[in-house]
């Protein structure tokens, strides 16, 4: 499968507990995205990554979320000390390198859904 | 701040008929709107999109129009089929930065 992968699928945790999500984006692209989605609303931006930089983060994102990409390939997002309000799909998304005839397209992976009891 | 927003947010239509979304948005500078189809508990999939030096664009039964001018683009889906049943977002993505803002999402219905 060379679409962007990633992991776990489901996390079930408890309240105050930290978890990591890892993302796999497609090999060639370096500009990498993190998303959040709750039910009925559309993606919410929280960071990204351009090779191993993290360009741009969310305002509306707490301190107790971090997102890493040592290599500028995979990346990790961690949260810390989870809450109820964290539960959500977080998705991960990849673009490729941008030229005056290149892509601004965004390919999606399949989520993390996590549910914080 | 960056904002889109995008209306309907619930939208039913008998199949055959035509269906239209239509999204606005703030920052004048941005130059890409992309509009993605979403079916329930799967990722968001790429279905057209438009830049921002062209006023239209087409494929098959979907359609995306741009009006700078009122900051505004609108997607029409023409001959509509029970497939076409999912939630759909637009998106803007500012100039000078790869951050997109998306849409709150129609939930868009086609009765058979």
């Known amino acids: 499968d060379t679409g962007v992968s990633q992991d776990p699928r489901h996390k079930i945790t408890k309240r105050g507990q930290n978890v990591t999500f890892r993302c796999d984006p497609i090999?060639?692209?370096?500009?990498l995205y993190w998303y959040r989605q709750t039910l009925g609303q559309g993606p919410e931006f929280l960071t990204y990554?351009?090779?191993?930089?993290?360009?741009?983060k969310s305002r509306l994102l707490s301190d107790r979320f971090s997102a890493e990409r040592p290599k500028g390939s995979f990346s990790t997002l961690e949260i810390q000390r989870t809450e109820q309000g964290d539960s959500a799909m977080y998705l991960c998304?990849?673009?490729?390198?941008?030229?005056?005839?290149?892509?601004?397209?965004?390919?999606f992976g399949p989520g993390t859904r996590l549910t914080v009891l | 701040g960056e904002n889109v927003e995008q209306h309907p947010s619930t939208l039913s239509v008998q199949e055959g008929d035509s269906a239209v979304i239509k999204c606005t948005y703030s920052?004048?500078?941005?130059?890409?709107f992309p509009w993605y189809k979403q079916e329930l508990g799967k990722r968001p999939q790429l279905i057209i999109d438009i830049r921002s030096n062209v006023g239209e664009k087409k494929d098959q039964r979907i359609a995306v129009t741009l009006n700078k001018t009122a900051k505004h683009f609108s997607l029409h889906i023409t001959e509509t089929q029970p497939e076409d049943s999912a939630v759909y977002f637009c998106a803007a993505l500012g100039s000078g930065t790869y951050k997109y803002i998306f849409g709150t999402g129609t939930r868009l219905k086609v009765l058979a």
């Open positions: 998304a990849s673009s490729s390198k941008v030229g005056l005839a290149g892509s601004f397209e965004q390919f």
């Open positions: 090999s060639e692209h370096n500009r």
């Open positions: 990554f351009q090779n191993e930089a993290q360009l741009e």
């Open positions: 920052d004048s500078a941005s130059n890409y």
